[in-house]
């Protein structure tokens, strides 16, 4: 079993940069795909990004590629989530959570673990 937890949440400026990590703080990542999600109020959880257990596969939903970058080291069993150029309507509790498959990346059901979830707010 996989114990996940996130750090790195806060407030920041329209613009500005943030770095998420998710850490398993039990268990390893050992064959473990990661991926972020965010929920804002109201609203459902939607997928951010995913990476493969090797790191050589990454997804991004639209709305994200080119600002948002997903890497993991799994020496020290951390996954991260660089977030730039950040967007007040990108404000949500972000969530990494871990699956043992090689697709389906962006669907929640997919996951097995998740961890507690983390706020970003960004601010106009």
């Known amino acids: 079993q996989v114990q996940l937890v996130e750090s790195g949440g806060g407030l920041v400026q329209a613009g500005g940069s943030l770095r998420l990590s998710c850490a398993a703080s039990r268990g390893t990542f050992s064959g473990v795909a990661m991926g972020w999600f965010r929920q804002a109020p109201g609203k459902e959880r939607e997928f951010v990004a995913g990476?493969?257990?090797?790191?050589?596969?990454?997804y991004y939903a639209d709305s994200v590629k080119a600002r948002f970058t997903i890497s993991r080291d799994n020496a020290e069993n951390t996954a991260y989530l660089q977030m730039n150029s950040l967007k007040p309507e990108e404000t949500a509790v972000y969530y990494c959570a871990a699956h043992y498959y090689s697709s389906g990346y962006a669907s929640p059901e997919r996951y097995n673990y998740w961890g507690q979830g983390t706020q970003v707010t960004v601010s106009s």
């Open positions: 990476i493969s257990w090797t790191g050589s596969n990454t």
